[in-house]
Nanobody, 118 residues
Framework: QVQLVESGGGLVQAGGSLRLSCAAS????????MGWFRQAPGKERELVAA???????YYADSVKGRFTISRDNTKNTVYLQMNSLKPEDTAVYYC????????????WGQGTQLTVSS
């Protein structure tokens, strides 16, 4: 089992940058495949970016070229670097973990709010 705690959200102007962090508990973090999701008011939760235990990455088309997901297994932390932010990026961002690629994300953080002003 793993517990996840996000941090780094806040208010930023359009065009700005922010980095989200997700700290994980447990000794097997390096075995987990990690994802960043977001949910805007009135919208469904969507997968923004993911990184496998081996370091392979996935990005939603809406963030490709602007967001970068990375992980530091020595710190049990996954990051989401967000550049060129747009008002439509405003959402609650969640970190999630799953053991197997293609499996269900079983573990979730509490979320961190990002607000991008125009």
């Amino acid at each position: 089992q793993v517990q996840l705690v996000e941090s780094g959200g806040g208010l930023v102007q359009a065009g700005g940058s922010l980095r989200l962090s997700c700290a994980a508990s447990g000794r097997t973090f390096n075995r987990y495949n990690m994802g960043w999701f977001r949910q805007a008011p009135g919208k469904e939760r969507e997968l923004v970016a993911a990184i496998s235990s081996g370091g392979s990455t996935y990005y939603a088309d809406s963030v490709k070229g602007r967001f970068t997901i990375s992980r530091d297994n020595t710190k049990n932390t996954v990051y989401l670097q967000m550049n060129s932010l747009k008002p439509e990026d405003t959402a609650v961002y969640y970190c999630a973990a799953r053991m197997f690629v293609g499996g269900e994300y079983r573990y979730w953080g509490q979320g961190t709010q990002l607000t991008v002003s125009s």
